[in-house]
């Protein structure tokens, strides 16, 4: 985990200094369910996808799906037509994410404490098996 966080953490940093900011829309928003099993029935689980559009700096119109970009007490509708603010790479515009949502070092990071978490647990284990 530490070694894969930190080949994790030089792709996120290279997008984040190669992001260029722009305004999409969001186009489309739809309610998915999933449903997690428990010991005696299913669980539903909604989440709400977006579709976001925006143009590159060339003029090229750009789609892409992110979960959360907007929820309005249960109506995915009210969110169509929304502007929000978007960082792509310009070398590889399908590489992009909505502001507010997680940069991506925050999931090199909580990868990395993971995994530094295990490597302690499993040194104090062995010592105190000796």
Same mark, same amino acid.
């Given at each position: 985990?530490?070694?894969?966080?930190?080949?994790?953490?030089?792709?996120?940093?290279?997008?984040?200094?190669?992001?260029?900011?722009?305004?999409?829309?969001?186009?489309?928003?739809?309610?998915?369910?999933?449903?997690?099993?428990?010991?005696?029935?299913?669980?539903?689980?909604?989440?709400?996808?977006?579709?976001?559009? $925006?143009?590159?700096?060339?003029?090229? *119109?750009?789609?892409?799906?992110?979960?959360?970009?907007?929820?309005?007490?249960?109506?995915?509708?009210?969110?169509?037509?929304?502007?929000?603010?978007?960082?792509?790479?310009?070398?590889?515009?399908? *590489?992009a994410?909505?502001?507010g949502?997680?940069?991506?070092?925050?999931?090199?990071?909580?990868? $990395?404490?993971?995994? *530094?978490? $295990?490597?302690?647990?499993?040194?104090?284990?062995?010592?105190?098996?000796?």
């Amino acid at each position: 985990m530490i070694v894969y966080s930190a080949g994790s953490y030089q792709a996120a940093a290279n997008f984040e200094y190669k992001a260029v900011s722009t305004v999409g829309n969001i186009s489309r928003t739809i309610a998915k369910t999933t449903y997690s099993q428990s010991f005696y029935s299913s669980i539903p689980h909604t989440s709400y996808v977006s579709t976001i559009q $925006f143009k590159t700096s060339q003029g090229k *119109l750009i789609a892409f799906t992110v979960r959360k970009a907007c929820h309005v007490n249960d109506n995915p509708y009210a969110c169509d037509g929304k502007e929000i603010q978007v960082f792509y790479d310009p070398d590889d515009p399908q *590489l992009a994410m909505i502001k507010g949502g997680s940069s991506p070092l925050d999931g090199v990071m909580t990868t $990395f404490w993971y995994g *530094l978490f $295990f490597v302690v647990v499993g040194i104090v284990s062995i010592h105190e098996a000796r």
